[in-house]
Nanobody, 124 residues
Framework: QVQLVASGGGLVQPGGSLRLSCAAS????????IGWFRQVPGKEREVVSC????????YYADTVKGRFTVSRDNSKNTMWLQMNNLKPEDAAVYYC?????????????????WGQGTQVTVSS
């Protein structure tokens, strides 16, 4: 069974950094494209980043480009989202998910199963 569990959220000051983890089970982390998404109350869930299952190529939304970095560690079957220079508008619940395809980005509507997200709060 394909499962992804996000963790690592917390409270950070503007300009600070956090690293989110996404633990994969039921498949090798480098097989499917896995996306990072975020959602704030009252707004649609949006794609933040993605790492492909084909060649490990990455995708970033314009709002996070240059500040966020996605990577994965096959030995740990885990992917990461390093978030630097965080801004108040980055505050959201972050999720990792896959549509069990191999290309990025992963469209929201193709994700069948959403796991529990992790809360990121950016505040002074």
């Amino acid at each position: 069974q394909v499962q992804l569990v996000a963790s690592g959220g917390g409270l950070v000051q503007p300009g600070g950094s956090l690293r989110l983890s996404c633990a994969a089970s039921g498949f090798p982390v480098d097989y499917y494209a896995i996306g990072w998404f975020r959602q704030v109350p009252g707004k649609e869930r949006e794609v933040v980043s993605c790492i492909s299952g084909n060649d490990g190529s990455t995708y970033y939304a314009d709002t996070v480009k240059g500040r966020f970095t996605v990577s994965r560690d096959n030995s740990k079957n885990t992917m990461w989202l390093q978030m630097n220079n965080l801004k108040p508008e980055d505050a959201a619940v972050y999720y990792c998910a896959t549509d069990q395809g191999r290309a990025c980005p992963v469209p929201n509507y193709r994700v069948v199963r959403w796991g529990q997200g992790t809360q990121v709060t950016v505040s002074s």
